[in-house]
């Protein structure tokens, strides 16, 4: 198996994760889809599996830093969970033409699903210091500003920028974190 930069290799450190719905199919503009994502996040926070530093949700990826004994699995779990929670409401609001993309996108040798949500992977990024922790909530946080859709990282609502300013975000993130 070829090596990649895309691994998980030390689950001492947080890491950045991107995940993109294949496509780039924009599901995330509801938020009842959004808040499948909240939802599994709270409860892989909830039940220990995940700490969570960061995020933010855009229409078509999210971004976010987190931590586990097992990141791998949590994300993979994080992935399959809400990849058929949003198929199931897109099948509930009739939304034919994104499930006829996800099915379109599901490679054939996936014979255990009829649609493919999520691409492959999440690039994972080891965060090894506080100045690369800064740069990358830095990040995270300024990516709706850099797209145009706000003026200020607070102004979006799905993202942590409010929890790292004292002010209640929609979940709970760990901001003390050096």
Not at 70 to 91: M, P, Q, W, Y
Not at 126 to 141: D, R, T, V
Request: overall charge neutral; glycine content about 4%; charged content about 25%.
């Amino acid at each position: 198996m070829a090596r990649t930069r895309y691994k998980i290799y030390d689950t001492a450190y947080p890491h950045f994760l991107t995940c993109t719905v294949v496509d780039w199919l924009p599901v995330f503009t509801r938020p009842e889809a959004v808040q499948i994502v909240l939802d599994s996040w709270t409860y892989l926070q909830d039940n220990n599996r995940l700490e969570l530093f960061a995020f933010v949700i855009l229409e078509n990826h999210v971004h976010f830093i987190g931590a586990s004994e097992n990141l791998v699995k949590e994300v993979g779990d994080f992935k399959s969970f809400t990849a058929r929670k949003l198929i199931d409401l897109l099948k509930q609001a009739n939304a034919k033409t994104l499930l006829d993309q996800f099915s379109y996108s599901k490679p054939a040798h996936k014979t255990d699903r009829d649609f493919q949500f999520w691409e492959e992977g999440s690039k994972p990024k080891q965060i090894s210091n506080n100045e690369m922790m800064e740069q990358k909530i830095e990040y995270i946080h300024n990516n709706p500003v850099k797209r145009g859709y706000v003026d200020l990282p607070e102004h979006w609502r799905y993202s942590s920028a409010r929890n790292y300013l004292g002010h209640g975000g929609l979940i709970n993130v760990t901001t003390d974190w050096r």
